[in-house]
Every structure is written in C-alpha cells, then in structure tokens.
C-alpha cells in the first residue's frame, strides 16, 4: 500500500464488490474509517487486532454500490459521521463544505469537493501539519482511471463527466508524493480499471493514468464513457437507502438464516418467493428444488444476488452443511436484501426425504462442444452471458450474446431451441440456465470453463468484437456503455 511510514493505515479489501474501506490510527487509540460497509466483520476485527476504537466514520459519496456502516458505527460506537453536506442525509452527521477541516488529533482531514462519480462527493485529504501525507478519493481519482459518471441517470452523465474532468485536474495539483486511497478498484462495478494495485500516489497516477493526462476534456469525457459497462439494478435505489440511512442491525442476530420445514418453503415458492441454492454448481446441476436459482457461494455472491433476483419478494436460501449461514447473510444485506425469509432446513436432502421432485442440469466440459462448421445446424445453442468486454473479446463462432444481468428480462423471448450456457468459469453460466428453465426453457445445459478453454481443447480460434445478428444481442442491455468489464 502507498501509505507514508509515520502514518498507520490498514485497508479492508471487499474482493466481491471491488472496493477498499480503510482504517487510519489517530495515534491515540482511536481511529477514523472511511468508507466503511455495513458488513463491519473485517473492519472490526483489524481495529480490535490493533487496538483501536472507531472515533470518526467518514463516507466519500452516496454509495450506490453497498450500504455504509457509517450509521452502525455512530449507533455502537459513538462515532462521528463525517459526509457531505451536500448529500442531505437524513441521519445525525457533520455536514462538510470543500475546504472545512476536521482536527483528529495530530492529523487534519480537509474536505475537498470532487463531483463527477456523484454529484454530492467529497474527497478527504490527510495532513501531518502542513504537509499532505495522502487523500481518500472515494469514486473520484482511482488507480489508472476514474469511477464512472453515469449512476444518476443518462441526463446527468455527460455533466458529471465534465466535473470529474475537473476534480481530477484539481487532485493532480497535490504534491506528487501524497498517497492516493480510493474506495473504488479493480473489481468494482463503479469503476473501469483492472490490475492488482487498489492505492497508488499522485506521482504514480501523473506518469501512468492516461484519463489524468489528458488535458482536453472532450477527450476525457469519450475516453471515460467509453470505458463503461452495465451495472447491477440495486444500483439504482441503494444511493437513496445511504441519505436516509440503513437501519440499524443487532449486530450478533444478523449473520443467522431461520430454518424454515419444507411445507413453508413450499407456501413461500407458491407466493413468490425465490428460493436461491449457494451450493457449489455441480452439487446444484445433480439436484436442486425446481425453479430455483444457483448462485454459488463465492466472493461475487453479493453482486449476482443483487442483480438477478427481483427486488420484491422473499428468498429462500439452500445451502450446504459446510456453509456458514453469516457469509450468505452479511453479504446480503451489505446492498440492501434484507428479506431472507430464511434456508431449508435440511437442505435439499429435506427435500427429498419430503418426497419431491428435483431438478437436473447437465453440465458439459468445453471439449464437448462440437468445432465449428456446417455441422453446427441442429446443434444446441451455445449462449454466452459474460460481460460485453469479455465476450468481444473472444467468444465461440455464432455464439448468442446476452448478458446475464439482462436475461431475467430476456429469458422468455429466446428462441425454444437446445441452449448451452457459457461463461468465464461455470458460475454465472449455472445461474443462466437457471434462469432459462424458469422461463420455461427445458433443454438447457451448462458449461463448466470458458471459451478459451474451449479454443485450447479445440484449436479452434475465438471471434472477437460484437458484430453480426448474435453478437449484438446484449447492446440493449440496461444502463450500458460502450464496453463492458470483465466479471467472474
């Protein structure tokens, strides 16, 4: 991490949404966080590993991407929140304006006003006397790129590009040495960037950043819109839950699921709810509850929940005995699904020992799809429903493309032909094909490993871009840009 040595900063890492919440020791025993989820488990076990107790929580922006923990840690702790008075939260805080300091003690936090990922945003420079030392960026300045201007709709993103022209013109004037923590990283779905580094410097960012070295906003601003892909729905209403503030939770209850006996899981199917597997997918693709959706319990569980779930209605978990109910829960209600009825009890063993039926998905290995050529008429339908980045760069010959995000808005206007579902690995193909046979699609199967799995085993060479009738199928996906990211 780019941190200065006489400033002691531990970075929380979300791999699955992509983000860095940190922790900066005051040199008292207390500590500032910021950005923190309302998933403190990792937050609270570093301070209590060094010691610490969590005196200021300050939030960059509206995060439309989790829910902050900035309410918890006021309501447990006595923190002081630290936000934007722009933001208008609805919740008790200390309302900053661009160029308001906070004393820490010993440190001083500035507010900077950096609009452009939201309109309301704050970047919050750290000095040790008059020197800067480092500054959080939030969703402004992030390694190699910015974060996306598009969240609060097509009318505004074309002036909040604009502003985030300007904010980072106005944190590359920061002395080259100051430590540069943005919230947004590799991963993330409110930015473009890829690579392993999550903090860098302003130095490292001048010499490398090619959206920081551009001079001419016109540029700028088709470089950053260019670089944009879809993002989940629960993007569109989480900002919102973050100005009123997330309800306060019991925080040794929340990590639990209530068992529910298979008559109730039945009552809650046939009113509705969605019952989502967490098992790993062969274990799903061998039996599962019909109708039910696999979303492997993995670090993106969150994130695909979010997405394809509808945003009303229960869900019933099925998990595996080895699976720790807390590490579905928490990420759960870390963007704002806070109506998990519960799990089978029993698991899917219940099930059947209740004398019901389950369903099965064929799996197949990327060797068994047939090489192309004339051949391929009559074959299944290879479906491929990664993100558009990864599918222009290299899919299948005459593979359909949707992605999955959209297809729960698609799944019934395909064609009733014989699909198989590809994508990166497995996962996101698993819950596709769920998808499908809930919409009524009954010769589906799935793919476990990618296409270049597939090119290997073949030979045979990928397609790249999105051209052609199959190619074009995800352009009409909600909310997205020119190209989209890759995503596990």
Sequence with gaps: MDTPTQVRLHAVVDEGLGNSAYLLDLGDGSALAVDPPRDLRALHARARAEGLRIRFAADTHLHADFLTGAVQLAHDEGATVLASAAGRRRFAHRGLHDGEEVDLGGLRLTAVATPGHTDEHLSFLVADGPRP???????????????????????????????????????????????????HGAGSFCSAPSGARRTSTI???????????????????????????????????????????????????????????????????????????????????????PGSLSLALRPQFATWLGWVVPADGAVVIVRGPDQDPADIVWPALNIGVDRLAGELAGGIGAWVAAGHETARTRILRPGDLPPPGDADRGRPRVLDVRQTAEYAAGHLPSARHVELGVLPHRAADLPAEP???????????????????????????????????????????????????????????PRTGARGRARA
Aim: glycine share 12%.
């Design 419 to 477: 699909t198989v579902v590809m994508c990166g690995h497995g996962e996101r193909a698993a819950t596709a094909a769920g998808l499908l046979e809930r919409a009524g699609h009954h010769d589906v199967a799935f793919v476990v490993g990618g296409p270049g799995d597939w090119a290997d085993l073949t030979g045979h060479a990928l397609v790249t871009g999105t051209d052609g009738p199959d190619g074009a199928d995800g352009a009409d996906a």
């Design 203 to 289: 130095e490292h960012e001048l010499a490398t950043n090619a959206l920081l070295a551009s001079r001419d906003e016109e540029a700028f601003v088709e470089a950053l819109l260019g670089s944009l892909g879809s993002y989940p729905d629960y993007f569109r209403w989480l900002a919102e839950t973050n100005r009123r503030g997330p309800e306060v939770l019991d925080q040794a209850g929340a990590g639990t699921l209530a068992p529910l006996p298979v008559s109730v899981v039945r009552r809650l199917r046939a009113d509705g709810a969605t019952v989502v597997d967490v098992r790993p997918v062969t274990e799903y693709a061998a039996a599962h509850v």
């Design 133 to 183: 030392v480092g500054v959080f960026t939030g969703g402004s300045l992030i390694v190699g790129s910015a974060a996306r201007p598009d969240l609060l709709g097509p009318d505004r993103t074309d002036e909040l590009a604009r502003a985030q022209f300007a904010s980072l013109r106005r944190l590359a004037a920061l002395p080259p040495a100051t430590a540069v923590w943005p919230t």
